[in-house]
């Protein structure tokens, strides 16, 4: 009797001891699933802010790229007033002179700068567009710039026409 009794004890302790095991297989899974879930939650909102991040810094490009086209646009305009105004020297109260300063001032409260004149200086290809090269006698001014065709425009800080000139060679 006392055998059966050992017996039905150790039977019981190894039940007992594999629920306990399996209570310790699910706590372990669910420690795990919860390290999972957590790992899923910083993914999912470090995603969610690069999207933030991307979509904000695109909206910039947009507003940035369309100014960008009507500044295009507008370049030929403001070279057409420089050649008029090459030819038929106006006075400070002329109307188109007035006109053409207004234009020029509200680009540039819009980031619209000119390049430098460049004439003197080494060609710069960043800024500078090389139309002819012309031969020269002095050394000095090899590779220098000698005369601008077409001024050239920034937008901000990026290069919205390039400096059409002529270099010496």
Known sequence: M????????SSENQKKEKKSSKKEEKTISTEEQLLLEKDKNLRL?????????RTA??????????????MTSLLPILDNFERSF???KPKEEDGVLLIYNQLKA??????????????G????TDFHEAITNIPTDNKKDKGKIIDVIEKGYLLSSKVLRYAKVVVAN
């Open 121 to 124: 200086k080494v060609l710069d």
């Open 45 to 53: 909102f470090a995603e969610f802010d690069n999207f933030r991040k």
């Open 2 to 9: 006392t055998v059966k009794k050992n017996k039905k004890k």
């Open 57 to 70: 810094k695109e909206r910039i490009e947009l507003f940035s790229t369309a100014s960008q086209d009507i």
């Open 106 to 119: 509200e680009l540039e409260k819009k980031g619209l700068k000119e390049i430098e004149n460049p004439i």
């Open 86 to 88: 090459k030819i038929n």
